[in-house]
Structure formats: C-alpha cells, structure tokens
C-alpha cells in the first residue's frame, strides 16, 4: 500500500562492540521478528535497499533498553560497522508481520485522501504515534486549498471508511474539528 515495497524495521545507530556489531532503533512493534530473520535490506549509499544477512542480534539493557544490537555479514569490524550510520534496515512487504483486522500499517496511511463525508479534506503527510497505549494517533493533514496542516485524531469512533488500495479515508469528524484546527 505505501509507495516501496519494504518496510524499515531498524535504523543503525553506531558500532556496538568490536566486530562490527551494530546498535540500531527499532522501528517495528514485534522486536520478535529478529528471532526468526536472517535475509534483510540495508539502505546503500543512494538510498536504494541491497540484500544483506542477519548473523545474530541481541536486546541490550540499561541505558539502551528498548533497542537491538545487530550483527551483520560481511562487517567485521568499527571501522565497517561506522560506514553504515544512520541507515535503515529493511524487509519485504510480503514478510511484514500480520496485524488483527481492525489495524493498519501507519506507512499505509501515507498519501490517503481524507475525506469528511464526502467532503475532500486533504492528504495524509504523516501520522503522529500516541504516547499513551491506548490513546489515539494523528493524522497530520495538509489541507487541499492551503498549505496548512490539520491534526485529526485516527479513531474508530470517526472512521467511515477505510480503503487503502483507493487510498482514501472517509470520517465523520466532530462539529468544529476542522475550524479549531485549520
């Protein structure tokens, strides 16, 4: 649904170690998918994924719970491991881990036209993660006549219809929503 086939699941930080070990960022919600990939897509100097091959990872703690260090082949050592700062790690769509029915990939969102009733609204530009488990993302909106943005909570409660092979969002948006907003 999003514009590329991959999906990035971490972005390499720095070398972790003398072997070329890597400590990247997260960017999935199933850390648990390292147990069980080998094959991955590392972002190469244009930007482009090239095939690459997982050899292991580990969750450290401390100061750097909620990442994960990754060994790769073929980087051997800090020197190998400094070339590849600050780039993506990436997957194949088709291995993306499968969620329940009632979620979505936020990069699915990526480009949707929202639609209040049928009212055009504008096009999502990016989506603004909660920091609470069960509180609401936002959908940042830049409007269709201007170059201002809306933030509109993504809640069921609003949610008419979703079609993201039409990439288009239907709500139902409370009274007021878009003037407070605009």
Request: hydrophobic letters at 40%.
């Amino acid at each position: 649904m999003n514009n590329s086939p991959y999906t990035a699941i971490a972005r390499l930080l720095r070398p972790q170690g003398r072997k070329g070990e890597l400590l990247a960022d997260l960017l999935t919600d199933f850390p648990e998918r390292f147990e069980t990939t080998s094959s991955v897509l590392l972002e190469n100097a244009t930007g482009e994924p090239t095939p690459a091959t997982l050899e292991g990872h580990w969750f450290p703690v401390g100061r750097n719970a909620g990442r994960v260090v990754l060994k790769l082949s073929g980087i051997d050592s800090i020197n190998d491991a400094e070339t590849l700062q600050g780039k993506l790690v990436f997957v194949p769509d088709a291995e993306r881990v499968a969620l329940a029915e009632d979620r979505v990939w936020i990069a699915d969102l990526i480009g949707c036209e929202l639609y209040h009733h049928d009212r055009p609204v504008g096009t999502v530009v990016d989506v603004h993660g909660s920091e609470s488990p069960h509180g609401a993302s936002l959908l940042v909106v830049k409007k269709r006549e201007s170059d201002d943005e809306l933030l509109i909570p993504f809640v069921q409660a609003y949610i008419q219809s979703l079609n993201l092979d039409a990439k288009r969002i239907e709500m139902n948006l409370p009274e007021g929503l878009l003037e407070i907003n605009g």
